[in-house]
């Protein structure tokens, strides 16, 4: 069994900052993928930024240059570190773990930001 963990949501005003942490531990060889989603009210899941194994990175055009991916490979963690964030980041938060023959979620964490 994998178990993967966010935290770090919260409620900031818009031009703040917050980090979220995402630790996946259990039964894990090694770890593909690593990446945050989010999902709004009345909306589909999407994907806001992903880090391979090698350190390639991906980032949704909505949050490019206000977002960064950062990876430890050696503790199984992936950190999303949101800065200038505005209202429309407002969504809950999930980490995924790819793992090759299945990908793994978190319960989610929410961030809200206000006006």
């Known amino acids: 069994q994998v178990q993967v963990v966010e935290s770090g949501g919260g409620l900031v005003q818009a031009g703040g900052s917050l980090r979220l942490s995402c630790a996946a531990s259990g039964s894990i060889f090694s770890i593909y993928t690593m990446g945050w989603y989010r999902q709004a009210p009345g909306k589909q899941r999407d994907i806001v930024a992903r880090?391979?194994?090698?350190?390639?990175?991906y980032y949704a055009d909505s949050v490019k240059g206000r977002f960064t991916i950062s990876r430890d490979n050696a503790k199984n963690t992936v950190f999303l570190q949101m800065n200038s964030l505005k209202p429309e980041d407002t969504a809950v938060y999930y980490c995924?773990?790819?793992?090759?023959?299945?990908?793994?979620w978190g319960q989610g964490t929410q961030v809200t930001v206000s006006s």
């Open positions: 880090v391979t194994s090698g350190g390639s990175t």
């Open positions: 995924s773990v790819n793992l090759g023959a299945r990908e793994y």
